[in-house]
């Protein structure tokens, strides 16, 4: 079953993946597969805290290739998102760890 892992992903690195610039998140590896949804939590370094921006990508390729120990770069492709991203928080919660998108069910892993 497809899982949704939240990244803690810095304001340099967020917006070009909203922008469609950047089809691609390097990360530290959760072991996420092609399929699963990542939530990118906006991070603003210099206040040291989140913002209340958020993305969900669908993962669509995943490789350690020339990667430091422990990462991996994972394609991804947005998840139609604006306030269907506040609804899913609301429907994680309800449902205990398990959300539904389009007829496929996901679990809800990894926190910040």
Same mark, same amino acid.
């Given at each position: 079953?497809?899982?949704?892992?939240?990244?803690?992903?810095?304001?340099?690195?967020?917006?070009? @993946? $909203?922008? =469609?610039?950047? *089809?691609?998140?390097?990360?530290?590896?959760?072991?996420?597969?092609?399929?699963?949804?990542?939530? /990118?939590?906006?991070?603003?370094?210099?206040?040291?805290?989140?913002?209340?921006?958020?993305?969900?990508?669908?993962?669509?390729?995943?490789?350690?290739?020339?990667?430091?120990?422990?990462? @991996? $770069?994972? =394609?991804?492709? *947005?998840?139609?998102?604006?306030?269907?991203?506040?609804?899913?928080?609301?429907?994680?919660?309800? /449902?205990?760890?398990?959300?539904?998108?389009?007829?496929?069910?996901?679990?809800?892993?990894?926190?910040?």
């Amino acid at each position: 079953m497809p899982i949704i892992h939240r990244l803690k992903t810095l304001s340099e690195h967020f917006w070009p @993946v $909203v922008n =469609g610039v950047m *089809p691609f998140v390097i990360a530290y590896d959760q072991g996420s597969k092609v399929g699963d949804l990542l939530e /990118l939590l906006e991070f603003d370094p210099e206040s040291e805290e989140y913002t209340s921006n958020k993305i969900f990508v669908r993962v669509t390729y995943v490789t350690n290739f020339a990667q430091k120990e422990g990462y @991996v $770069v994972m =394609g991804i492709t *947005p998840v139609e998102g604006g306030p269907m991203a506040n609804i899913l928080g609301q429907v994680q919660r309800d /449902l205990g760890g398990r959300v539904q998108i389009g007829g496929l069910e996901f679990e809800t892993e990894g926190s910040v």
